[in-house]
């Protein structure tokens, strides 16, 4: 992160990346709500309008934009210079805006014409990390710019003449004391913090020094006024100092301690936290009253295990390295065209079905993330080339290794078979190429390039040839018993990120980072014919089967299909929000499959030219599958970091889970490539908003209670239920007192007291509407020092392996059951006492299961532990799950079920009424993983991540009926 900006209204905060993106995102939940895309360098400056309906963007591609923060639309762009913009700066009043950059102008702009109205001198040194920086005053009259050489001029707005030089450095001449400048609020005095110079405040009346806050400081970032004008914060690359405006006193500094520089500090509206804009691509929420991290705004790419591939993007030495490896990020479509393979999950290769995204094989054996891979022709053997410099081949039905050649010290950049898959092409950054046996992995070529590594390397139709694409913008073909190199393909001016060959082997398509595709004549060497569009990189490209077509993708994230012939661009399909990386075809040619950097794989039903699916993946183990229409599945993990957005509403996808949680629809809805009626989500918030919530406390009767205020606001999809949690507990209601409101905009509170315990106490609220749309639950905590009772752990273990039918006895069930009993018995020193409660075999029965947990709802207090531990069979039909109780004789009968067993949700009812606010779920039984997620989904997001957290789910059915 580069920039950081708070909205005026503080709900908001806008950033800018080297990403060449900038994002909006919601400070109260930290979400994403929209990328603004349209840069093509690193977004390095921002500002919201005073009514926070716009935001503008500076940019290293000379350009300014301005953008409908509300839509996310461009509504205007100049290039006011011919270097790179520096800063942007909006007027409070809205009638200008003024950019600046390394041509050594500012220049103010009239808000929206465009019109030139006036341009400053701007000195500033391009080759400092810093650059020049502008600031207007809270009242319009003062334009400030800071520049090199510790100089600031502040400019009086109403004429446009030079007010004041302020000038203070310890150098007489000093390039890179680049100058940071910041009015306070009340627009009286300006902060002049300067790299290698001084932090202090200047008066605007006079123009002299009034306060010295530190007489030189190092790498500087910032310096910025809090809301009141009461503090600044002096940011450095490493540190944030806070002092008292007027005394000049320091309050305190501020270390995150972590590896990455900040960029850039400012305060939040309340001034009660620092929003830290830092190299590692995060925002750290900083709060100031404790000194401690309060959140971050951060993407789930950082949430990834990176496999071992840590070079840094922002260090000189692994800039190159890492850039290149971060769009090495194929997927692969096996042969039957019904599953995905990719790399880069930590260190193993995934391969999953793509009608429900679920894994179905994963490959484990390089020590760093595979970079690049390559099916065979049958798809029966995977090669793959890893970060740790390893080539490994594999056989992919058994996941298991055929061999391993540790052939390179850096990281393989490309491996590919032969025309008949009996030799292996490599490179790496190493420089060299290398040529191995398939069936030994014996190597028998080497070649060290004088040209560069080569990014790519493919071998010609008749495996004669070797044709490398080498860095930094090299095309070539090399002899290979020679290794003389006899044709270069001159024309590209970047590096070279695709070689594909005609299937007759006469030309090559190849696409470059110089955002040009080209056709090439591998006879003479000469381009065909040049196809231009992209605006920035091209990283992926296909022909299509008749190669009459070619699409391409890269960073400016739309995908282009071109007509070979015409050179034309003749459709265009637009919805990535980082930059393609892959790009794949399905055998009938119906359907495109994208991938992009940030773990999105997109599915386009080539006949209506629309997205209709899309996965995600997190990491090793977190994903999710959902359509456009908002219907969705995935792990409970990856489901926090998606959400949906409508308007500058962000809504979690567990507000929506009742109706579109959805496993069984998402295969119907792939093979009918969303040509179908479902309705969407959309639709519901527009029909049948979710409704407001709000939770406060005030002290209760005495000091070991708090009564809880509940603020339910009907928004026009009514109101249907409320749920009160304590620390993750689900708290009954008083149906007698509980009023919700009748109508649209109507609110009702509700009243609840609590026993509290010691310690944290967090109180959480809910509600959802008439459709079980949720809304976004609130918390609020209360602290008690109160000194609670010791606890006790009361365990209920049921343990089954008798059944009335013989032909559903089971092993183990019961000696499970038994030995966790007597394990926590023994290891239960943690309690003021154990109470065991067991039910076995023919004694556990629906009735008694349920009578037991109706007795210990009238002893279980909040502060004691529950245990609940099953063994036994289990039953998942029509998306609903059953305990099978001794007495249950037929496991899949859903009207026998409904009689004999106990469904997930009677159980969860009975759960909610035992009062104690810890309380552990353990199930062995068949298809347990799916009774964890119906007793967790079921409730609201509390009880969502305890289940997560806490249930342990095995499968041990001794074969039986699984």
């Known amino acids: 992160m580069l920039a950081v900006a708070v909205s005026p209204d503080s709900n908001y905060v806008a950033t800018g990346s080297r990403d060449k993106s900038a994002k909006l995102w919601e400070l109260s939940t930290g979400r994403e709500v929209r990328s603004f895309l349209g840069h093509q360098f690193s977004v390095n400056s921002l500002d919201f309008s005073s009514d926070g309906k716009y935001l503008i963007t500076g940019n290293g591609d000379q350009t300014a934009k301005i953008w409908e923060v509300a839509t996310g639309k461009e509504i205007l762009s100049i290039h006011p210079d011919q270097e790179r913009l520096t800063d942007v700066v909006f007027d409070p009043k809205g009638k200008y805006f003024v950019t600046v950059g390394f041509g050594r102008k500012a220049v103010v702009w009239e808000f929206p014409s465009k019109k030139k109205l006036k341009e400053f001198p701007a000195d500033g040194y391009a080759g400092s990390s810093g650059g020049i920086n502008l600031a207007i005053s809270a009242n319009s009259e003062w334009l400030a710019i800071g520049e090199d050489n510790s100089v600031a001029h502040v400019y009086k707005t109403t004429t446009w003449e030079k007010a004041f030089k302020l000038n203070f450095s310890e150098y007489s001449s000093c390039g890179g004391c680049y100058t940071d400048v910041n009015f306070s609020p009340d627009s009286r005095p300006l902060l002049k913090t300067t790299n290698r110079g001084e932090a202090a405040l200047y008066d605007l009346k006079t123009g002299n020094l009034v306060k010295r806050y530190r007489k030189k400081v190092e790498d500087v970032s910032s310096g910025v006024f809090s809301g009141d004008g009461k503090q600044v914060a002096i940011c450095t690359k490493k540190e944030v100092t806070l002092y008292k405006t007027q005394s000049g006193d320091s309050i305190k500094s501020i270390n995150p301690k972590i590896e990455a520089e900040i960029n850039q ?25 404790t000194n401690k991290k309060a959140g971050e705004l951060t993407g789930f790419l950082n949430q990834r295990d990176k496999g071992g591939i840590t070079y840094d993007p922002n260090s000189y030495w692994d800039s190159h390295i890492a850039k290149y490896l971060r769009f090495k990020n194929d997927i692969l479509l096996s042969r039957d065209n019904k599953t995905l393979l990719k790399g880069k999950f930590g260190s193993k290769v995934k391969q999953w079905d793509i009608a429900t995204g679920k894994t179905e094989m994963e490959y484990v054996g390089h020590e760093k993330a595979a970079v690049c891979y390559q099916y065979s022709g049958d798809s029966k053997k995977l090669l793959t080339g890893g970060g740790d410099g390893k080539i490994i081949l594999w056989n992919v039905e058994k996941g298991d290794t055929i061999f391993t050649i540790p052939s390179y010290r850096e990281p393989v950049f490309d491996v590919s078979f032969n025309s008949d898959e009996t030799q292996i092409l490599s490179s790496s950054w190493d420089g060299s190429i290398k040529i191995h046996d398939a069936a030994s992995g014996k190597r028998l070529v080497y070649h060290e390039s004088k040209n560069g590594a080569a990014y790519i390397s493919r071998f010609s139709r008749n495996d004669l040839y070797i044709i490398t694409a080498d860095l930094p913008a090299g095309l070539r073909m090399m002899e290979i018993d020679t290794q003389t190199t006899i044709r270069e393909f001159i024309g590209h001016t970047a590096t070279v990120s695709v070689i594909q060959l005609t299937q007759d082997g006469k030309k090559i398509l190849s696409a470059s980072w110089d955002g040009s595709l080209r056709l090439w004549d591998i006879s003479t060497g000469l381009a065909d014919r040049k196809y231009l569009g992209h605006v920035g990189e091209i990283y992926s490209a296909i022909f299509s089967k008749d190669e009459r077509t070619i699409y391409s993708a890269g960073a400016d994230r739309i995908i282009r299909k071109w007509d070979v012939s015409t050179g034309k661009v003749i459709a265009k399909f637009m919805g990535h929000q980082s930059e393609v990386s892959s790009l794949q075809l399905t055998n009938d040619e119906k359907m495109l499959i994208s991938h992009s950097v940030d773990g999105a794989t997109k599915f386009w039903n080539l006949s209506t ?13 977190e994903w999710m599958v959902k359509n456009p229409k908002g219907y969705f599945n995935g792990t409970q993990e990856a489901r926090q970091y998606i959400h949906f957005v409508d308007g500058l509403k962000t809504y979690s996808v567990d507000q929506f889970f009742n109706e579109f949680y959805r496993p069984d629809l998402l295969p119907k809805i792939f093979q009918s490539r969303g040509e179908d009626n479902y309705k969407d989500i959309q639709g519901k918030l527009n029909t049948t908003p979710p409704p407001s919530i709000r939770v406060a406390t005030v002290p209760g009767g005495d000091a070991t209670q708090a009564e809880v205020l509940i603020k339910m606001t009907d928004m026009g999809g009514g109101i249907e239920a409320v749920k009160l949690f304590h620390n993750g507990k689900d708290i009954p209601l008083d149906k007698q007192t509980l009023k919700l409101p009748t109508r649209k905009g109507e609110s009702t509170t509700y009243r609840h007291t609590i026993n509290l315990i010691g310690g944290t106490n967090t109180i959480t609220a809910s509600a959802s509407n008439k459709d079980k749309i949720e809304s976004d639950p609130h918390s609020v905590e209360v602290v008690s020092d109160r000194a609670g009772k010791s606890s006790i752990c009361y365990i209920l273990s049921v343990g089954i392996n008798q059944y009335k039918n013989p032909k559903m006895t089971l092993n183990y069930a019961r000696p499970d059951a038994e030995s966790f009993g007597k394990a926590v018995d023994e290891k239960g020193s943690l309690f003021k006492n154990i109470e065991l409660h067991s039910l076995y075999d023919s004694d556990a029965s629906k009735v008694n299961i349920l009578k037991k947990l109706e007795e210990l709802s009238a002893k279980v207090h909040q502060e004691d532990v529950f245990i609940f531990y099953y063994a036994g069979h289990g039953s998942m039909v029509d998306n609903q799950f059953f305990f099978i109780p001794t007495e249950s004789s037929r496991l899949y009968d859903l009207s026998s079920l409904q009689k004999d067993a106990i469904e997930a949700s009677v159980l969860q009812d009975k759960l909610k009424n035992i009062k104690a606010l810890k309380q552990l779920i353990i199930m062995d039984a068949c298809q347990s993983g799916a009774s ?20 342990q789910c095995w499968h041990s059915c001794d074969g039986l009926g699984w």
């Not at 939040?268 to 900083?286: P, T």
């Not at 030219?609 to 183990?621: A, D, P, R, S, V």
């Open 265 to 289: 500090a400012v305060f939040s509206a309340n001034g009660k936290q620092l929003l830290l804009a830092c190299d590692n691509n995060i925002v750290l929420i900083w709060d100031i009253a």
């Open 609 to 621: 030219g629309m997205e209709f699916f899309e996965h995600i993946h997190f990491g090793e183990k």
């Open 932 to 951: 964890v997620e119906l007793l967790a989904t079921r409730g609201a997001a509390e009880e969502k991540s305890d289940c997560a957290a806490f249930a």
